[in-house]
């Protein structure tokens, strides 16, 4: 099934599940997203979930979708093990500036939820983040 999402905000944009969603509605395959991103999708406020009508299949089949999640995540794990002792904060976190400027994607999917995924997959994959010595 193809789902249809739109932003409900007044700026017309919202970030949720690591994408940015529109005013004019985004086409979605639902085995693009887990049941957990529909689930969370589909209570958001922010947002309009529907069924896609056949045209507005149609249409999307012909522009390009934003990024999903994975795909963002993926850009910031490699991303993270690059950046400098600095541009950690004292939790031993990346600097979410320093995370946007040094990843090649929206920054505003760059987002805390998606930078902390990206740190656990890092952590459990043995990174150690830089400590910072308290004075």
């Known amino acids: 099934m193809k789902l249809f999402i739109q932003a409900t905000t007044k700026s017309g944009e919202f970030v949720r599940a690591g994408r940015k969603w529109t005013k004019a509605g985004t086409v979605v395959d639902g085995a693009d997203v887990t049941e957990a991103q529909a689930k969370a999708l589909q209570l958001e406020p922010n947002l309009h979930v529907r069924e896609a009508t056949p045209e507005e299949i149609a249409a999307a089949q012909t522009s390009t979708a934003a990024p999903m ?6 850009a910031v794990l490699a991303a993270i093990p ?40 890092l952590i459990e994959g043995g990174f150690k983040a830089p400590s910072k010595a308290s004075s």
């Open 82 to 121: 690059q950046l400098a002792d600095e541009d950690f904060t004292s939790k031993g976190l990346p600097d979410m500036g320093k995370l946007r400027e040094a990843v090649d994607a929206d920054p505003k999917l760059v987002t805390p939820e998606v930078r902390d995924a990206a740190m656990n997959k």
């Open 69 to 74: 999640e994975a795909d963002v995540i993926d």
